[in-house]
């Protein structure tokens, strides 16, 4: 440890971390460095700004096995507001960085430098490779150091303008490329994102927030209208209920920026509701009409922010009064190509719309800095009742994965007393109610257990030939009259089921048919049917030809065991001249047509089922500007 006095001040300062090469003095704010065993001014440096940071310097944590202390505290600002990075040295001498955004720390490591990499490379969304890890780019900024305190590993130059990219990959990856003043060849930091609670830090050890007191009961400076935050230690901007002014947060007092146009109606969720969905509670903190313009025509939605303060922010989104809750993504967590689909968790979403949204209308509390009339390129991806939604700035890209409500589960959930517009047209991610697929389902179930009693009942099926009948006519046997009939002898029949009647005649050029009569020798029941066959053929100029057949069949149903005799009656064209015919009668012949009737049958409701999905799919992707078809 290296001790001595503040070259500026006097005042004692020491070295503690031996990591440090400079020290920021406590009561003069000069940055002194160490040179061997000199100690040197190197200016001063801002005293930090309260940012509500629940952290503070020389705390200790223990992440796993891992045991650290906070030795140094950076305060960055690009015109908006400070954020706080500090500076990480763990027991075993390693060092980091944890930084703070939105309520979520990031703990990175210094990796060393990237060579050949350029700032100019890396827009929002841009997708890349670094170290083994597959990642997303999601902010490109920018920043000055501020202030500080404690001790730091180099020096700092408060009138240097640093730029970064901030990316993210799956599983929570962070990485930071750090371009410093320069634009390549970045410092590369690779990490992970943490909740506070996973910093192991003892409770006792952690900063009362003081701007959560100082804001929860706070006025608007513009009407002095009375303002009750529900999440102000991370709150940056306040749009007043009462006079729609547009106030600044982020220095832990509100000042006045702007004058807002007011909305034009009430939130559907009042400000400060709370409601439970998706298995917590939520606050309703802010308020936004954001709308697009396509060919002319302004198309309006909401947006509800809500908070949590175990899960932090999520949306609620209202257009034509379908609902949908959005949750945020890790860029890294989901793979886009844009206009085209994203995947994301093993789920593959098509591309439904890009259009440019306009923050129209800004009211509650908000943890960036909202401004009326900001533009971003939104895009959405649909794979109902799901969506991924892409966000997308000059610097930075936001996504997250949406999910379809029904209107009555956000009344219900927020326990609303008027009931909520009922919802117009069709939604992207609105689930298809005339979905096809449960119908298909169950008819191939049925489809399968009916052709396995089809194939049963052939298996089963005796087939037993119980009569062949040769008979020749007469050369003076008249067509249909007593001296065409003859009659069999009798025979027996040992199954009830279907009888195939099978006629076969050798004619020529002509035709013959013969009506049966099958007699129930002990009920004198009768059941009749009628064969007839025909075949001609010849020649042409195009050679020789035929048709018809020499025999045909015919199905008697469910004909009863017993003894029976049949009658038949011979029908020709003119004179006999000897001609002759077969019957044969096949007992217990399953037919193929009943099977055939019921596929049919079975099929005209999946059928009816895909004709309304399918209509109710071209009537959402008639709405969509870069899909077209169905996957139903």
Not at 65 to 93: C, I, M, N, S, T
């Amino acid at each position: 440890m290296t001790q001595g006095n503040c070259p500026s001040c006097g005042a004692p300062i020491e070295f503690t971390a031996g990591t440090a090469l400079v020290v920021v003095c406590g009561h003069c704010q000069t940055v002194v460095a160490k040179k061997g065993l000199r100690l040197e001014a190197h200016g001063k440096i801002g005293a930090i700004v309260d940012t509500d940071s629940p952290l503070q310097l020389n705390v200790e944590g223990r992440i796993g096995r891992d045991g650290y202390r906070l030795v140094g505290h950076l305060q960055k600002d690009h015109g908006a507001g400070p954020w706080d990075e500090w500076y990480v040295e763990f027991d075993d001498g390693r060092t980091g960085w944890l930084s703070e955004s939105e309520g979520a720390f990031h703990l990175l490591t210094d990796m060393g430098t990237e060579a050949g990499l350029s700032l100019e490379d890396f827009s929002p969304g841009h997708r890349f490779s670094l170290r083994g890890k597959r990642l997303v780019v999601e902010e490109r900024g920018h920043g000055r150091v501020v202030a500080a305190a404690g001790q730091l590993p180099s020096d700092v130059d408060p009138s240097a303008d640093s730029h970064y990219v901030d990316a993210t990959g799956g599983s929570g990856v962070f990485v930071t490329l750090d371009f410093g003043t320069g634009a390549s060849d970045p410092q590369v930091f690779i990490g992970r994102k943490l909740k506070l609670e996973e910093l192991g830090i003892p409770p006792d050890q952690l900063r009362p927030r003081v701007k959560k007191v100082a804001l929860q009961q706070a006025r608007c400076t513009n009407c002095n209208g009375s303002l009750e935050l529900r999440a102000p230690d991370r709150t940056k901007r306040v749009a007043c209920p009462y006079c729609g002014a547009l106030l600044d947060a982020s220095q832990g007092r509100l000042a006045f920026l702007q004058l807002l146009e007011k909305p034009d109606h009430a939130p559907l969720i009042p400000l400060g509701a709370r409601g439970k969905l998706k298995g917590a509670e939520w606050v309703c903190i802010g308020f936004l009409v954001r709308s697009c313009t396509v060919e002319g025509v302004r198309y309006p939605w909401e947006e509800y922010l809500l908070f949590n303060r175990g899960r932090g922010f999520t949306w609620l989104m209202n257009s034509n009064g379908h609902w949908v809750f959005l949750e945020p993504l890790d860029a890294g967590d989901v793979a886009v190509a844009e206009g085209t689909a994203a995947h994301l968790e093993g789920r593959r979403y098509r591309a439904f719309q890009a259009v440019t949204a306009v923050t129209e209308t800004v009211l509650g509390e908000f943890y960036w800095e909202v401004q009326a009339g900001e533009a971003a390129k939104a895009e959405e991806y649909v794979a109902p009742p799901y969506s991924v939604n892409v966000d997308r700035t000059e610097n930075e890209v936001s996504y997250t994965r949406g999910e379809y409500l029904p209107p009555e589960t956000v009344r219900d959930a927020f326990q609303l007393k008027e009931s909520l517009p009922v919802p117009h047209g069709i939604a992207p991610s609105q689930p298809n109610p005339h979905s096809s697929a449960p119908v298909w389902k169950w008819t191939s179930i049925w489809g399968v257990a009916l052709l396995a009693i089809f194939l049963l009942v052939n298996v089963l099926a005796a087939r037993e030939t119980v009569l062949v009948q040769e008979v020749r006519l007469d050369p003076d046997a008249q067509s249909g009259t007593p001296s065409a009939v003859h009659f069999s002898k009798p025979f027996e029949i040992h199954k009830r089921g279907n009888m195939r009647a099978e006629l076969f005649s050798p004619v020529g050029n002509n035709w013959l048919g013969v009506q049966g009569d099958l007699v129930n020798e002990e009920s004198g029941e009768v059941i009749s049917f009628y064969d007839e066959v025909g075949y001609y053929y010849g020649t042409d100029s195009d050679g020789t030809w035929s048709d018809g057949s020499k025999e045909e069949d015919e199905y008697l149903s469910a004909v009863k065991p017993g003894r029976y005799t049949l009658r038949t009656t011979a029908f020709f064209e003119g004179a006999a001249r000897g001609q002759s015919y077969r019957v044969t009668l096949v007992s217990d012949a399953p037919r193929a047509s009943w099977f055939c009737v019921s596929l049919v049958l079975l099929l005209i409701g999946p059928l009816f089922a895909f004709f309304r999905s399918s209509s109710f799919e071209s009537a959402r992707w008639a709405e969509s500007n870069l899909g077209s078809g169905s996957d139903d």
